[in-house]
């Protein structure tokens, strides 16, 4: 990896507000021995030379005075467009900050087309810092004490790392923020977790301790602060009920959850993906009217009652499937996968019609049919590959949404998943699980959109390209 790589990333980095905060945390004595030396060399060197005896050319003219003129007209008009009544000092007083700024602008323009004509540079801080990391032992040093700089530096070297990168910082904040909503709601729910567990006969001397023992008694803003060390640590302490280790309890009902939205999907997709794309290309024909109508029956048909059909005709009278859910039998996935399945396959199904119908009449589309492609290839490459990021967009979503808990079907066949313990504890509340069942759930759909977006990347050579801009 060449220095010059970073000598161009740090320029990147440094011309955002929000990166330049990051450098300096990261990385602050590189860029502080940086700041210090392009504060000792600007205004001496000779860019800035060309630019005083510019600003006196200038302002030597009458450039100022039309740039004043301008801007009064603008601002003007732009108090007349939305009726908005302003002092002739007010608008004197903005107009003067436009032709200002238009100025130093117009200068600054001008001095760089004069510099570039001399073959001089200007001295700003991604140039000050490229002419110190040409130097092997600043460079080694700044390595070792600004080694977190440099790796967010190498993320930002890649598009699409440096998209995620983004994204991650952004989820941090999201679970943050969820953290307080969830735990202040709790907080001012008129429920107490100590009466709905001791129960109602418990004394006053009894609820006190339970409160002292699980810090019920400090004020708000200790009880937040604690929520969100555990969350740092990730930490998530124990139950009220039970005494159990929460990261213990979701990380040995995570797998269940999985398999469960794992086969659902498959149901779902095998489903879904066939009607949608053969309703999409017999558009009107009479199998386009059946999927659809069923399409639409899946999603009025409550996951309860298929559920309980099922188990009915399947378990009961047939004997083939059972009832309930066990971890060593994988039959037992079967009716729950169904039930799942077939709610999400009337969604993607729909959205798979849609999109390709969106696009299907387009001119790319009859080209391809033009110059003989088989209809299996104009259909799969050019039509599918062509509506899959909504299509991609739906599916992600209920992946996404499934891996936080499906309670109502999982209670239905006894599976015990994060959906139904969540929704458990929330009655209590028993506080830190809930608290920690919500951050699970934001955390998956935000991890599950971070992948969505960087797969219509992989699938959107346009969405690519923007990235590279990003």
């Known amino acids: 990896m060449s220095i010059n790589r970073f000598k161009d990333t740090f320029q990147r980095m440094y011309r955002n507000s929000m990166y330049r905060i990051w450098l300096w945390v990261l990385g602050f004595f590189t860029v502080l021995v940086t700041y210090v030396k392009y504060k000792s060399l600007k205004g001496k060197d000779q860019f800035a030379a060309i630019k005083a005896d510019l600003r006196k050319e200038l302002e030597a003219t009458d450039l100022q005075d039309e740039l004043l003129q301008a801007a009064l007209l603008q601002v003007r008009k732009k108090n007349e467009y939305f009726k908005k009544n302003a002092s002739e000092a007010d608008v004197e007083k903005e107009a003067k900050a436009i032709a200002a700024k238009n100025f130093e602008q117009i200068l600054q323009d001008r001095a760089k087309i004069a510099a570039e004509m001399q073959g001089v540079s200007e001295v700003t801080m991604a140039s000050v810092f490229g002419s110190l990391i040409d130097n092997k032992v600043f460079f080694a040093a700044s390595l070792v004490l600004s080694f977190p700089m440099y790796i967010v530096m190498v993320l930002f070297m890649n598009p699409i790392s440096k998209y995620a990168t983004d994204r991650i910082v952004m989820m941090v904040f999201v679970l943050f923020g969820v953290t307080w909503l969830v735990f202040t709601i709790l ?195 050019h039509i599918l590959g062509n509506a899959l990021i909504p299509i991609i967009t739906t599916i992600g979503a209920q992946f996404g949404g499934m891996l936080g808990g499906s309670s109502v079907t999982e209670k239905v066949f006894n599976i015990n998943g994060i959906g139904s313990y969540i929704v458990e504890k929330q009655y209590i509340p028993d506080i830190p699980v809930v608290l920690a069942g919500v951050v699970y759930i934001s955390f998956v759909v935000s991890i599950m959109n971070l992948l969505i977006d960087i797969l219509y990347a992989v699938i959107d050579p346009r969405i690519k390209s923007r990235m590279k801009n990003y």
């Not at 069923?294 to 309860?304: C, D, E, Q």
């Not at 298929?306 to 083939?320: E, P, Q, R, S, T």
């Open 187 to 381: 907080y001012i729910s008129p429920m107490d977790p100590a009466l709905n567990i001791l129960g109602q006969t418990a004394t006053q001397e009894q609820v006190d301790q339970f409160n002292r023992v699980y810090g019920l008694d400090q004020s708000y803003l200790t009880q937040l602060m604690n929520a969100f060390k555990n969350l740092i640590t990730l930490n998530l302490g124990n139950s009220y009920q039970g005494n159990e280790n929460i990261v213990l309890a979701l990380s040995n009902k995570f797998p269940i959850t999985l398999q469960v939205t794992f086969w659902s999907m498959v149901v779902s997709l095998g489903i879904a993906l066939p009607a949608g794309i053969i309703s999409a290309i017999k558009q009107y024909s009479s199998f386009d009217y059946i999927a659809m109508f069923f399409a639409l029956l899946g999603l009025s048909i409550p996951n309860f009652w298929l559920g309980l059909m099922l188990i009915l005709y399947f378990a009961i009278n047939l004997k083939v499937l059972p009832a309930t859910f066990q971890v060593d039998n994988p039959l037992t996935l079967i009716m729950p996968a169904i039930v799942l399945g077939t709610g999400m396959s009337a969604s993607v199904a729909r959205m798979t019609r849609s999109s390709m119908l969106e696009v299907k009449n387009s001119d790319y589309v009859l080209t391809a049919r033009a110059k003989g492609l088989p209809e299996k290839k104009v259909v799969l490459k």
